[in-house]
């Protein structure tokens, strides 16, 4: 059965970062743990819950796609098992499928966003200003009509607790130089569009997605963190896309549906889950992995 985990503890190792889902950890050699927890934010806001095998879930899906699209462009993972550097009296079985040694990077700030379809903020800017990223769009455009062709629409790295804004590319010719901006931007775009060639013969569309990257000492750049998992992508089953309408996502949206339902301020601390949504999100997360990559957890 995939295990649970709300939060490591690997004493011993120096802890970096807790996010909303992963936890960094310090290693030698210019290397980095990574654990992805069960845990599950929604409006910003870290729920008690957890959502058991998410996060072994997430780190397989990324690790496939790592492996998928090594080709084009190279990755953060070093091939060191998990096992071997975690401190001596911790159980390996409860990190082998979610934890990985990566590489330590310079990140890029920027989040590094493909889209193939016209939802989300990009379908409110559109809107708006007909642009989405200083990129004209034609007009007459539905919500998640596909685009003529994948654009690259970069946004900030915003602080804890504020919200992510889409810039145009001459910002990020800005904030790193005009030739790690290109380099950037197309790596984006190809990942992007072998990905959603791959999963279209799936049966899912990949309507958007983001990456992040980083470089080393040398200025070599890698994609790194996590890779088209449900919740860097939308994910929609092509069997239910309709133009017009803003189609079901294997990710948490059973999660934001029921919390609208309820009497929340969408402040900590979160409510607590039912049982039902719980068990069905986990199932989207795992019919993702299923349908992609052909693996299912057990």
């Known amino acids: 059965m995939p295990t649970t985990l709300l939060e490591s503890d690997l004493p011993g190792l120096e802890l970096l970062h807790r ?8 290693l030698p050699n210019e290397r980095l743990l990574i654990v992805a927890s069960d845990r599950l934010s929604a409006f910003d806001v870290v729920l008690s819950d957890p959502i058991p095998g998410k996060g072994e879930m997430l780190t397989q899906i990324s690790n496939f ?20 550097v975690l401190p001596k009296g911790v159980d390996p079985n409860l990190y082998a499928k979610r934890a990985v040694v990566v590489k330590r990077l ?31 769009l034609p007009s007459g455009l539905q919500q998640a009509q596909q685009l003529p062709e994948p654009i690259f629409t970069p946004s900030t790295k915003a602080p804890k607790g504020t919200h992510d804004e889409n810039i145009e590319f ?3 010719e800005k904030l790193v130089g005009a030739g790690l ?29 983001k990456f992040e990257f980083g470089t080393d000492a040398d200025g070599k750049l ?6 088209l998992t449900p919740d860097s992508s939308r ?50 997360y795992a019919e993702a992995l299923k349908r992609l990559a052909g693996i299912t957890l057990t």
């Not at 890698?222 to 890779?227: A, F, G, I, S």
């Not at 294997?250 to 549906?257: A, G, H, L, N, P």
């Not at 919390?259 to 889950?273: I, V, Y």
């Open 19 to 26: 996010g909303k889902v992963r936890d960094v950890y310090a």
């Open 65 to 84: 796609w790592f492996g998928k699209t090594a080709h084009l462009v190279p990755n953060h993972l070093t091939g060191t098992a998990a096992a071997d």
């Open 106 to 136: 310079k990140a890029v700030p920027i989040e590094a966003i493909a889209r193939g379809y016209l939802i989300g903020s990009g379908w409110k800017d559109y809107q708006q200003t007909g642009s989405l990223c200083g990129i004209r």
């Open 170 to 172: 001459h910002e990020v």
């Open 181 to 209: 901006a290109r380099q950037v931007r197309d790596a984006t775009l190809s990942i992007y569009e072998f990905a959603a060639a791959y999963a279209a013969e799936r049966g899912i569309i990949i309507a958007d997605t």
């Open 222 to 227: 890698y994609v790194m963190d996590e890779m």
């Open 235 to 284: 994910f929609w089953p092509a069997d239910q896309y309709r133009v017009g309408t803003s189609p079901p996502s294997y990710d948490k949206q059973f999660v934001r549906d029921y919390l609208e339902t309820l009497d929340w301020d969408k402040r900590a601390p979160g409510p607590k889950l039912p049982r039902e949504v719980i068990d069905r999100t986990r199932a989207k």
